[in-house]
């Protein structure tokens, strides 16, 4: 009898326990909820004022967005995400487009791809990968310059050959026993440029509708 009592007790000890735990893990949640959706928020218009400064448009970049779908062919996202639209006096001065390179050493490398009307490369920034501390990330713009040899490039400069690393006989850099990253950035941001060339009538003429 007394087993049986003190086995109930310990089962009634333990619910309490995991019900007072889950009541504060998700109490954790719900105040912290907030404040990381609004950290991810300022860390994102910083890198899109990144790409487009503040003099090249006046309109806010973080709230003129565009959707564009999942596991569509060039910017193959994982899921839909949005783009988004620089203006000046109401002219679409450039676009910046999410892209997930799928190849990289260690799985997606998420970008942004900033394009300008002429359908040159304002600028492109890591947002997120898991590559090797060393080698791959130094794609990320804390750890190399590297990011930036795209800036001002197009689809005829370099040639479409030249989009590639040196390694397989393109312009782009590769880092010393770390081919595998950059060649899949290199890719991704070309088949960006390939997009924006490819719906340039939509991403920067007819803006009141979907690009998608
Ligand atoms: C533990 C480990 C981690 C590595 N991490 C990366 C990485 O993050 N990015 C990368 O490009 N290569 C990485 N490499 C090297 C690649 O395996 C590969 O040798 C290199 O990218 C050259 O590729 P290539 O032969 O196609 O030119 C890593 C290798 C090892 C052993």
């Not at 359908?119 to 990330?137: C, K, N, Q, W």
Request: aromatic share 6%.
């Amino acid at each position: 009898m007394r087993t049986v009592i003190s086995s109930l007790v310990g089962a009634a000890l333990l619910a309490a326990f995991a019900a007072v735990g889950s009541g504060l893990i998700s109490g954790v949640y719900e105040q912290t909820k907030e404040p990381i959706a609004a950290a991810e928020r300022a860390a994102e218009a910083r890198q899109l004022l990144e790409i487009f400064p503040t003099a090249t448009h006046d309109n806010q970049l973080i709230d003129d967005t565009f959707a564009l779908p999942a596991d569509g062919p060039l910017l193959t996202l994982r899921e839909e995400s949005s783009g988004y639209r620089a203006r000046k006096d109401g002219d679409v001065t450039g676009v910046i487009l999410p892209a997930t390179a799928r190849d990289g050493y260690s799985g997606d490398i998420r970008l942004l791809v900033g394009v300008d009307r002429s359908g040159s490369i304002a600028g492109v920034r890591v947002l997120s990968h898991r590559e090797t501390p060393g080698l791959g990330d130094k794609v990320d713009l804390k750890k190399s310059p590297w990011i930036l040899s795209f800036d001002a490039k197009n689809l005829e400069n370099p040639t479409l050959e030249g989009w590639a690393v040196t390694k397989d006989g393109g312009e782009f850099d590769a880092f010393t026993g770390a081919t595998v990253t950059p060649r899949a950035v290199v890719s991704a941001v070309k088949s960006a440029l390939e997009y924006a060339q490819t719906h340039k009538q939509n991403l920067f003429e007819l803006v009141e509708e979907d690009a998608s």
